[in-house]
Each structure stands twice: as structure tokens, then as C-alpha cells.
């Protein structure tokens, strides 16, 4: 079974639409810059992949997270022809933070905060008259386990369209935290490169929507033909390739599917010492007998770490790749390390080429592992 996307909207520090988003990524450019969440002065870092969207420069404000969530499923709802969706569709929100950004400027500086700000069932119910709303918060792997739970309930009947959206906001709490293990602090974020010091969080949010394969009369963006997720619970922080292995093959299992099929990976490419060696020695597991294998690369040293909704934006960015011909380079990779050697990692400039399949990971701490395949269409 698979299952169309028929709708999808994403916004992060690099742009406010997918096209925007990939098309920056091609170029080269990056959405990081000076901090001003918070005071840059308490920290080593002093530079975050920021949506720089607040009313006051330098001035953080609350909710900024349910704003972003409550614009792009609106776009993606209105991008599928559902400006006016049915009030039981199941909507899976991957987030990390979920509001606490919020409550952290409420106990910093006081003001009202209501219990039902921290949740996102209000926010979407006032806007849309949306009820069925399930927040998952599996780490960085959010979006995609929420991804693979709407195509359950699609397949079981529970539904026959769902949203797939996740955002996060930058929390001082979880900024201050990897302020104090990565030292010294990175200056950008970049993936496979031996020079990579590690990760820097990103904000934003990504939304699709989901129908059962070739029941929309309208535009179809691709389609899903597999979502696979587990925790191997190896380690608290540094992922195990062998469980990065197994979520790959369960992905490809679903989608009834070999590895030569598979034409583009976007990895979940954290820039962190031992989650990038993970990720590219399970590549090479999976993919040594393929030839010449799949061109591969990670878009976070231009989006940052957008946390819960990291591997959803991997998929839409896939599917722009795939509809463009065009993939993005990994960015900041000079020196590639060793464990690369053997696969098509794109460097320099972006790869042009037809495609067709693509995997996309998502890896979070404590071993939780999501992996979707993702079939295009080309324009």
C-alpha cells in the first residue's frame, strides 16, 4: 500500500516555502546568524538558524512555535484543496519543544500562560475545527513517526486523509545545554566533514498532507511507499549503525523495494562526531552491494537542526529534489571523513540527475530511528 502527498508547506530560517527552501539550499546558502532568542552573552555560541520573524528584534516572544504550525497546515490544507477539512482528521504533530519556549519567557519575565498554550489541540480546533490531534515528541525522529502513524491509519481505515506537520522553536533550556558539551562550539554545521564539531539548533515547521494512493483528483506531489521506526535504545546520545540499519531495511521492506532502487538519501546529517559515522557506516551496509548507489547528502548546514520536524523537512526537500532534477550539496563538506569513502556523497556543487526514489532518516537520541521512502515526481 502507499499513500499520495497532496499538500505540503514548510518554513525555516532558510525561506518560507519548500521551493524557497530548496532552491536556497542549491545555492549555497545557509539561514544561520547572530542569536536573538536570547541574551548571546551568557553563551560560548553566539549564532542559531533563527526564523527571523518577531515583531521586536532581540525581543523573544511566546507562541511563536503554534504560530508557525497553525501557517503551514493552513497552506498544506489549502495546497490539497481542504481549506475546510473534515473536524475528525487525524493531524500528528512531531515537535521537541512543543511550547516551551513559552513557558520559560513566562517563569523568566511573568505574564499569562494558559495550561492549553502548551498543547496544540486549541490552536488548530480554533482555526480550523480540528479535534484529532496527536503531538508526538520521539525526539528528532518526530515527524517521521508521526508520519508513519498517519499512513497506519490511512491503511486501517481509521481515516482516509491525514496531516503530517511538526514545529519547533529555539528554547534557551535546550540551547544552553548543548552550549555546554560542544566545545568548542561549531561555527556552522557540517555533516560528514572532519572538521565538524557538531550540531546548532534551527527553528521552524513543515506540514503535508496525506490521502490513499490515487483517490485525489488533483496535484500530487509524491507518495509514500514506506515508514519504518524503532529504538534500539543502544546508547542515550550516540546512535548505533546497526540499528540505523534495520530501521533502513524495515523502510525498504515496506515499500517492497531493493537498495539499487534507491536513487537519493537526505541523511539526518547532525554534524555531530558520532551520529554522522553511524549514519554513513549503515549506508554502507545497506547499500554495498548497489551500484553505483544513491547520491547522498544532508540539508542541516543550511536549515540548522529544526529538531521534531527534522526529517519531515528531509522528505518535502526530497521531493522538490526529485521534481527538479536537482540536489543540494551537503554544506561545509571540504573534508570528508573516511567512512565515506565508498558513497556518492554530494559535495561543491548541487547533482543534477534524474531521480525517481528517495529514503530520508531521521535519528534521535536515546536510539529512536525513523527512515521514509519517498517516490517522486519529476517535472
Known amino acids: 500500500m502507499s499513500w499520495d502527498i497532496i499538500g505540503m508547506s514548510a518554513m525555516c530560517a532558510l525561506g518560507d516555502t519548500v521551493a524557497d527552501i530548496h532552491g536556497a539550499l542549491c545555492a549555497g546558502r545557509s539561514g544561520l546568524g547572530p542569536l536573538a532568542a536570547f ?20 525581543v523573544d516572544e511566546p507562541l511563536r512555535a503554534t504560530r508557525w504550525l497553525v501557517r503551514v497546515v493552513r497552506e498544506a490544507l489549502s495546497d490539497a484543496g481542504l481549506s475546510r477539512p473534515e473536524p475528525g482528521t487525524p493531524v500528528m504533530v512531531g515537535t521537541t519543544h512543543r511550547e516551551m519556549r513559552t513557558a520559560e519567557l513566562w517563569w523568566s519575565y511573568g505574564g499569562s500562560l494558559s495550561p492549553a498554550d502548551l498543547h496544540f489541540t486549541s490552536a488548530l480546533r480554533s482555526a480550523f475545527g480540528l479535534h484529532n490531534v496527536q503531538t508526538i515528541a520521539s525526539a528528532c525522529a518526530a515527524s517521521l513517526c508521526g508520519l508513519g502513524m498517519a499512513t497506519d491509519l490511512i491503511a486501517l481505515e481509521e481515516a482516509d486523509t491525514a496531516v503530517v506537520a511538526a514545529t519547533d522553536s529555539l528554547t ?18 557540517r555533516a560528514f566533514d572532519r572538521s565538524r564539531r557538531g550540531m546548532i ?47 533502513i531495511e524495515e523502510a525498504h521492506a515496506r515499500a517492497s523495494l531493493t537498495a539499487d532502487e ?118
Open 172 to 189: 534557551e533550556s535546550s540551547f544552553g545545554g548543548f552550549d555546554r558539551i560542544q566545545f568548542p562550539p561549531p561555527d556552522t554545521i
Open 201 to 247: 539548533m534551527g527553528e521552524g515547521a513543515v506540514a503535508v498532507v496525506l490521502r490513499r494512493a490515487g483517490e485525489h483528483p488533483g496535484r500530487v506531489y509524491g507518495r509514500v511507499r514506506g515508514v519504518s521506526m524503532n529504538c534500539d535504545a543502544a546508547h542515550p546520545t550516540a546512535p548505533d549503525s546497526a540499528g540505523v540499519v534495520r530501521a
Open 39 to 58: 541574551d548571546a552573552a551568557k553563551y560560548r555560541a553566539g549564532a542559531a538558524y533563527e526564523v527571523r520573524d518577531r515583531v521586536r528584534p532581540g
Open 262 to 379: 534507491v536513487d537519493l538519501v537526505i541523511v539526518h546529517g547532525s554534524g555531530t562526531s558520532q551520529s554522522d559515522v553511524a549514519e554513513a557506516v549503515a549506508l554502507r551496509e545497506v547499500f554495498k552491494a548497489a551500484r553505483p548507489g544513491p547520491l547522498v547528502t544532508s540539508i542541516k548546514g543550511g536549515t540548522g537542526h529544526v529538531s521534531g520536524g527534522a526529517g519531515l523537512l528531509n522528505l518535502v526537500v526530497a521531493l522538490e529534489a526529485i521534481r527538479t532534477r536537482t540536489v543540494p550539496a551537503v554544506g561545509g563538506l571540504t573534508d570528508p571523513i573516511e567512512e565515506t569513502r565508498e558513497l556518492r556523497v554530494v559535495s561543491g556543487e548541487p547533482a543534477r540527475a534524474p531521480l525517481d526514489i528517495a529514503q530520508v532518516h531521521a535519528v534521535g537520541m536515546g536510539g529512536i530511528n525513523a527512515v521514509a521512502i519517498v517516490e517522486g515526481v519529476a517535472s
